[in-house]
């Protein structure tokens, strides 16, 4: 295959990560205006960004078998255009439930987005610069954050909010007629009409759906309430029998077997404890410069950008460092960037300057761009060619629950402490703001223990000799 085709096939891969990336920065923001025209609580509004992870993670497993049954370029296709009747849809809502329903439909176009880019790239492009490529697309996929937030600001202050999601249409229909274009080399590709797992999928989506709900739920009726523990107690269940079912299947859902990869695994809990503290650090965001420190949503939007541009910028050279000297090092010290700036967070205050909150948002940017291609590339890296789908399927997944767990728990102690603190006498603003400091304390902690499975992570990232090596170069 020619350069040309490569580099159109990598660019509308990071087009339609540039889209999903808009989206899941933009609505961030915008959350505080919702709250108020739709007239609801924090735990309520909770559910915009909650209901778009248990959707998301829901239809990720089944990437793989989409991916065997239609091949890759149909499935890339056939997610980007219902990710963007979705935000159509999100832009039109007049109420929270009707905007809670259209963020499942886009969500489940975004759900095998990001799974199919990684496998595609994994495809395409030989295991010798997976990582490099791999940062290229990361920087694709962190452009979105990097305008998301500016651009949600003020897009929300200016036009309302469902502008936020209408910004989407342009980018959905321009990927399509791209991909048209560059991803005819996909069609090629062999489909298998595999048997469907249709008993391992449904006991799977109970398990993910049980969990992330109570978790979420668990904000509102207490954790130890009767309906938590036996929708908890349902969600284990269902684990447990999809693990017997599974383990029994020749063609499963999701292959366990990836679970007893030393190097997989603990690519996977890097980036499930890393997810839970900067979804939930993210959520928090808005509140702190908006409710507490008094900025309006586009300088909130603003002063979010240092963080994405630092991380955009380092993200193809940390990518090139991984596949040099491997991933290891280069992510231990992203997360400690990350908890270090969770730490400077809980720290600011309506009296801190501008100047503190640009270096916090600086510092987090580098750890994120010290961390995520390289995490990406050792994920990717640790398995053989022909499980890259899967693998890169269950990471993302992964991805999702850490992060809406995190989202919750991180709800759960915010909204506690802010009680404890009214109860105590303090005023409703000092009580909210302790609040916060608490939920950045408690990301600034799950990252310090993400330390310990990143110690196990692979000093060198394996080059596996991929299956598309005859592809001319």
């Given at each position: ?5 490569r580099?159109?096939i ?5 087009m339609?990560?540039i889209?999903?990336?808009i989206d899941?920065?933009?609505v961030n ?14 735990s309520?509004i ?18 793989n078998w989409l991916?065997?049954?239609i091949?890759?370029f149909n499935l ?8 963007t009747?979705?935000s159509?849809?999100?832009a ?5 439930n009707f ?6 439909i886009?969500a489940?176009?975004?759900g ?13 492009f ?14 694709g996929?962190?452009v979105?954050?990097a305008i998301?937030?500016t651009?949600?600001g003020?897009l929300?202050e ?6 936020i999601f209408?910004?989407?249409l342009p980018?959905?229909i ?7 274009r560059y991803?005819?080399v996909?069609?090629?590709?062999a489909?298998f ?5 249709l ?5 799977l989506t109970?398990f ?10 668990a ?10 523990l036996?929708?908890?107690?349902i969600?284990?269940?269902s684990?447990?029998?999809f693990?017997?079912i599974?383990?029994r299947?020749n063609?499963?859902?999701i292959?366990l077997n ?11 809990l890097v980036?499930?404890s890393?997810a839970a503290?900067?979804?939930g650090?993210?959520f928090l965001?808005?509140f702190l410069l908006?409710e ?5 949503e586009s ?6 950008l240092?963080n994405?541009?630092?991380m955009a910028?380092l993200m ?6 991984s596949?040099?000297?491997g991933s290891?090092?280069i992510?231990i010290?992203g ?5 270090v700036?969770m ?5 600011l205050?309506?009296?801190s300057?501008i100047s503190?909150v640009i ?6 940017g580098?750890g ?5 291609a390289?995490?990406?590339?050792a994920?990717?890296?640790a398995?053989?060619p022909?499980e ?5 399927s269950?990471?993302?997944l992964m ?5 809406a767990i995190g989202?919750a728990?991180l709800?759960?102690?915010t909204q506690?402490a ?9 005023s409703s603003m ?10 950045f304390?408690?990301s600034?902690i799950?990252?310090?223990v993400t330390?310990?499975?990143?110690w196990?992570?692979p ?6 000799k991929?299956?598309?090596?005859h592809?001319?170069?």
């Amino acid at each position: 295959m020619r350069d040309t085709n490569r580099t159109g096939i990598l660019i509308v891969v990071i087009m339609g990560t540039i889209m999903a990336g808009i989206d899941s920065s933009i609505v961030n923001i915008s959350l505080p205006v919702m709250s108020k025209q739709f007239n609801c609580t924090l735990s309520e509004i909770e559910w915009v960004i909650t209901v778009y992870m248990l959707s998301f993670s829901v239809l990720m497993p089944l990437t793989n078998w989409l991916k065997n049954r239609i091949g890759f370029f149909n499935l890339y296709i056939g997610a980007i255009s219902l990710f963007t009747l979705g935000s159509l849809l999100c832009a039109l809502s007049t109420s929270l439930n009707f905007l809670l329903v259209a963020r499942v439909i886009q969500a489940l176009g975004g759900g095998a987005m990001a799974p199919t880019s990684m496998a595609i790239i994994s495809y395409i492009f030989p295991a010798r610069v997976r990582g490099t490529v791999l940062g290229w697309w990361g920087l694709g996929n962190l452009v979105g954050p990097a305008i998301g937030p500016t651009l949600g600001g003020i897009l929300t202050e200016k036009f309302g909010w469902p502008s936020i999601f209408y910004i989407n249409l342009p980018i959905g229909i321009i990927t399509v007629v791209l991909a048209y274009r560059y991803l005819d080399v996909l069609r090629k590709q062999a489909k298998f009409k595999l048997p469907f797992d249709l008993a391992g999928f449904v006991v799977l989506t109970i398990f993910l759906v049980g969990l992330q709900y109570g978790v979420a739920r668990a904000e509102v009726v207490g954790i130890t309430s009767p309906q938590i523990l036996a929708v908890l107690g349902i969600a284990v269940l269902s684990l447990i029998a999809f693990i017997f079912i599974d383990k029994r299947r020749n063609n499963p859902i999701i292959d366990l077997n990836l679970f007893t990869n030393y190097a997989f695994v603990s690519c996977i809990l890097v980036t499930v404890s890393r997810a839970a503290a900067l979804f939930g650090g993210l959520f928090l965001m808005p509140f702190l410069l908006q409710e507490q420190m008094g900025f309006s949503e586009s300088i909130s939007g603003l002063l979010i950008l240092p963080n994405s541009v630092f991380m955009a910028a380092l993200m193809p050279f940390a990518g090139k460092w991984s596949d040099k000297h491997g991933s290891r090092e280069i992510s231990i010290l992203g997360i400690l960037l990350l908890a270090v700036s969770m730490y400077l967070f809980a720290g600011l205050n309506k009296g801190s300057s501008i100047s503190a909150v640009i270096v916090t948002m600086v510092i987090r940017g580098i750890g994120m761009g010290c961390l995520l291609a390289p995490l990406n590339s050792a994920t990717l890296s640790a398995v053989r060619p022909s499980e890259v789908t899967m693998a890169s399927s269950i990471s993302t997944l992964m991805q999702q629950v850490g992060g809406a767990i995190g989202i919750a728990v991180l709800a759960i102690i915010t909204q506690g402490a802010y009680n404890r603190h009214v109860l105590e006498g303090a005023s409703s603003m000092d009580s909210h703001h302790q609040a916060l400091r608490e939920g950045f304390h408690i990301s600034m902690i799950i990252l310090l223990v993400t330390l310990i499975p990143a110690w196990f992570m692979p000093r060198r990232n394996l080059v596996l000799k991929d299956a598309n090596e005859h592809i001319d170069t």
